[in-house]
C-alpha cells in the first residue's frame, strides 16, 4: 500500500483481556518500531524489528508486551492481560533502509487507540 | 540515556505570525527528525536534518549538531499549522531507539 496501515484504528478492552494490534508496513520497508503515546505525551519506543528478527525490545514496559514479525512484513503487537495503564495510542513506524545505513524518513501510520476500561 | 527537551511547551499566535521551535539534546545524535502531529493524531515526517539547514515552503530547520540543538521556523503560519510538533533524535551507539523529545503543542488561531 501508499502508506503504514493500523488496525484496528479504535480498540477498548476490558480490564485482564488479551488485544492483538496490528501494523501493515509500507512495501519493502526493512526497519519497523512500536511507539507507545500516552496523552500529551511524545511517542515512547516499544521495540524494533529489522526484517523478521526483533533487534531491540528494551522498551516494553513488562512481559505482558509481546511483539512479532515473522515473516518481515506485518507485525503485530499483543498485549495480555490488559491494564488501565495500557491505555494509550500505539504507533507503528517504518523505514525503508536499516539502522546502520539509515538515511530515510521514518513513516507512521494512524495508530491504534488502545482504551482499557 | 539521551535526553531531548523541546520548548516552548506550548505557543498560540495570530495566522500569519512567524514562530522557532527548538530542540535540545544531550548528546551527540548521528540522525534527527522534525514531524508534526495533526488534531487527528497523524504523525507525518517534515525534515531529516543530522546537520546543517534545509527548506520546504514555509518551513525550514537548521541543526547544529556541534552545539546539540535544532530549531524549526514556520513563517506566515496557517490555521493548518495548528498541532504538535516533535523532534526525534538517534544515536547509532544506542542501537534501534529513535527518540522523541515532548513536544511543542502549536496553536494557530484565525
Known amino acids: 500500500g501508499a502508506g503504514v496501515s493500523q488496525s484496528p484504528r479504535y480498540k477498548v478492552a476490558k480490564r485482564g483481556q488479551d488485544v492483538a494490534l496490528r501494523c501493515d508496513p509500507i512495501s519493502g520497508h526493512v526497519s519497523l518500531f512500536w511507539y507507545q503515546q500516552a496523552l500529551g505525551q511524545g511517542p515512547e519506543f516499544l521495540t524494533y524489528f529489522q526484517n523478521e528478527a526483533q533487534l531491540d525490545k528494551s522498551g516494553l514496559p513488562s512481559d505482558r508486551f509481546f511483539a512479532e514479525r515473522p515473516e518481515g512484513s506485518v507485525s503485530t503487537l499483543k498485549i495480555q492481560r490488559t491494564q488501565q495503564e495500557d491505555s494509550a495510542v500505539y504507533l507503528c513506524?517504518?523505514?525503508?533502509?536499516?539502522?546502520?545505513?539509515?538515511?530515510?524518513?521514518?513513516?507512521f501510520g494512524n495508530g491504534t487507540r488502545l482504551t482499557v476500561t | 540515556g539521551i535526553q531531548v527537551e523541546q520548548s516552548p511547551p506550548d505557543l498560540i499566535l495570530q495566522e500569519g505570525a512567524n514562530s522557532t521551535l527548538r530542540c535540545n539534546f544531550s548528546d551527540s545524535v548521528n540522525n534527527l527528525q522534525w514531524f508534526h502531529q495533526n488534531p487527528w493524531g497523524q504523525l507525518i515526517n517534515l525534515f531529516y536534518i543530522p546537520s546543517g539547514t534545509k527548506q520546504n515552503g514555509r518551513l525550514s530547520a537548521t541543526t547544529v549538531a556541534t552545539e546539540r540543538y535544532s530549531l524549526l521556523y514556520i513563517s506566515s503560519s496557517q490555521t493548518t499549522d495548528s498541532g504538535v510538533y516533535f523532534c526525534a533524535v538517534e544515536r547509532y551507539s544506542s542501537a534501534s531507539k529513535i527518540i522523541f523529545g515532548s513536544g511543542t503543542r502549536l496553536s494557530i488561531r484565525p
Open positions: 513506524a517504518t523505514t525503508r533502509g536499516d539502522l546502520s545505513s539509515y538515511n530515510s524518513p521514518l513513516h
